[in-house]
């Protein structure tokens, strides 16, 4: 009895120890890839408008003066509320689907210097794409939609 609980307590450090150290290695992955840093700039470009809303919700004089400390208020929470989407809701996707082999990988990777032109090269890429897709894409496949209704008689 005393080594089947002696197995089960080495079973539950070692499962803590390794959901730790994935954690770590998530939240370094996250680092080097400047993913904390991109989901700041988010934040950043949607306080004022978030400020911008709430200003013009404001009805009485009283609410009016209280503006500062409203944004003051905004711009912590929204500085918390990024530290617990890096912190939680990240880490804990990421660790769904990469290992500690896989994010190990990953981290090796992001710190070539590849990795560091894709991650600089990513945001512009991406603009880049969606831009083509508005343009090109969509309306092509729009069409093919209205071509196909047509075809059944709609």
Known sequence: MKKIIYLLLCTMLYSNAYAQTS??????????????????QMMDQMIPMMQQQIKSSLKTEDQKQKLEKINAI????????????INGSM????AKYFNT???????AFYKTDVGQK????????TTELMQKIMQDEVPKFQQRIVNRMKEIGI
């Open 118 to 125: 894709f991650i600089k090269l990513t945001p512009t890429i």
């Open 91 to 94: 880490v804990t996707i990421y």
């Open 74 to 85: 905004i711009i912590e929470e929204s500085k918390q509320y990024t530290k617990d989407i």
């Open 23 to 40: 954690k770590e290695k998530v939240l370094e992955m996250i680092k080097i890839m400047q993913a904390d840093q991109i989901i700041n």
């Open 101 to 107: 082999e896989d994010i190990d990988a990953l981290i």
